[in-house]
């Protein structure tokens, strides 16, 4: 039974449930809510929780867990020289799920009976074809240990779904004749529900931390992986970026940090001093009209997605800073994409973060803090500059420091405005690029994913994480440190 | 009850230093404050009592024009200071507010060192010309905010590290700095326990000899052992205002006799 079919049948079961279970209770409780231990309602969801919690937790780890037991079975059972010299057993086996997916098609579409695509005798020449027929293409002709394979492929999984589909119907039928007798009158249903919903919040929060957890890792074994085969020192301290994609590739991380650093550090140039005067503008001295209206307007920036910014860059900025500091100007600038232009169109970007966080936190800076101030003859902007500030400071660094992270993380804008130049240069009109953007370049070549040229992004990769985070973690932790200072 | 009253009492008249008229405040379409005329005395402290909500600390803030930091406060009416109308569009508040000192319900100690905290309006003023004439500012405002015993080894902590009495005697001292002519006092000893109260009490009556004060209380005990006039405000309006030993003992007005004994507020 398909498992969309079980599923609903798992759900009609936890519907009649809950009507049951409700109308179980109001009888028991003599037709009077006053008599039962809890809302009927609950005794309805506590029938319901229990035919669909366990059903579903038995269906999700049976769908996890039987295509790793049925590739193990499979691949232990195929014949010594099915694996050929030139292909590994991964290949081989995608080969075979391949062919048990078409023979799976072919059934589904009538194309072959049941019978004949388990039979050992069915005619191997044609098969490719009448695979291709139904919408699998294969690469090569079948063999007879892959057909074979395949069968038992089929076999296994039909038999494995059979039985899933009796072990989960007969865990929702036991969870609803349990509940059905648990309901009574003083059954506190209540509790239950609010132990079933608090079990329901926490695995929301665990799936958040654990796929946290499955990216860390699988960062940190393919960044082992690279570190085998390129020396780690030379990826942390090398000087020059230069992957070849035939080997021999120089792959030192040096000049996309300084990329990375130096469009990150015009970024901040730009949009700190905005982003916060605007801050301290729309919160001290605009009038509610003014603020109302202004406040979205700046946010409407941070909703823009960045390739936009990014078009921004290479057609307006870069073009526009070109014609200041280009030969027909100044002369420092050899084309539109440089540090700069991705730096400022960045930076325009970044504006709406220090602003909103800013806004926020100089808000919250209490009432009787000005009202201190302006008592003792100070004016607005004394005040702001000596009382106000010092008290957001904290905050304010906060807000700086989550931009930076951001300002590190972006890509389409540097992509766009700043070239693919790998440069340690110290001129800011010159092309250079970013750590986020060869991750990509690297990751969408033709290179072969076990090369250290592709591998490599996944260093890139741990890299920026670990800088970001730090950079998180002592955003965080200065928030934290002196949030307490005025209250 | 009142036996504070005493022989402080017996005030020399002076000379009128604020002198309101006819004052009318509003809160968008609230009218707050209703026809208030009032005179307050040079070197004097001056009491203004009332139950909640009846616009004492409103009054009180309409004296240094604190009012003009919320946007939807409107007052009207004539309030001079020294002869001086200080709603008058010439004159500035923020000098105006360097006069007219302020001390809030709450302690508010800014969130820099205790030398910081007093030393703000006096930098802000510029009435120091070199670190040495700070540091004596510093000192004279914490020794007549009698905390200077208290913090004088450590000028460099911060001032919310204080308690809460020393807050409040800190901001009083931070108000006086700046040398104002008159402090305004908005129930300064509602966060504070009994002792700390008696040593702000004790600094009110201190400042009487330079300052002229007023000071918004909701304790009746308060007002008679610090002031030596009283205002009795209800629902807006002045009911009544003189000296606090007439006040407190023969009021003429049956309201503020209800209040101070109790029945209403």
Redesign the interface.
Known sequence: MPVFWLALIVLALAAIGYVTGRARALSSGGGNIRNLHSLPAYYGWHVALMVLVPAFAIMVVWLLVQPVMVNGSVSGGLPEGAVAEDTTLDLVMSDVRRVAEGLDAAVASGGMTPEEAQSSTIDLDGLRDRLGAVGVALGSEVSPEILNAAQSYRGLTATGRFWMTLVVLLAAIGGFVFAMRRTRADFRARNVVESGIRALLLGAASIAILTTIGIVLSLVFNTIEFFRLYPAADFFFGLTWSPSFGGGSELGILPLLWGTFYISLIALAVAVPIGLFAAIYLSEYAGPKVRAVAKPLLEVLAGIPTIVYGLFALLTVGPLLLGIFGDEGLGWMQAGTAVMTAGVVMGIMLIPFVSSLSDDIINAVPQAMRDGSYGLGATRSETIRQVVLPAALPGIVGAILLAASRAIGETMIVVLGAGAAARLSLNPFDAMTTVTAKIVSQLTGDADFASPEALVAFALGMTLFIVTLGLNVLALYIVRKYREQYE | MYDAVNTEQSVQQTETKISARNVQVYYGDTHAIKDVDVDIADKTVTAFIGPSGCGKSTFLRCL?R?ND?I?ICRVEGRIELDGEDIYDPKVDP??????V????Q?P?????SIYDNIA??PR??GMARNKAELDEIVERALRRGAIWDEVKDRLDA?G?GLSGGQQQRL?IA??VA?EPEVLLMDEPCSALDPIATAQVEELIDELRQNYSVVIVTHSMQQAARVSQKTAFFHLGNLVEFGDTSQIFTNPEDPRTESYITGRIG
């Open positions: 240094n604190m930091t946007d923020v000098q105006l507010r360097a006069k000192g302020m001390v809030f709450k508010n100690p800014f969130p820099k703000y309006g802000i003023h911060p919310t901001c931070r108000a700046t």
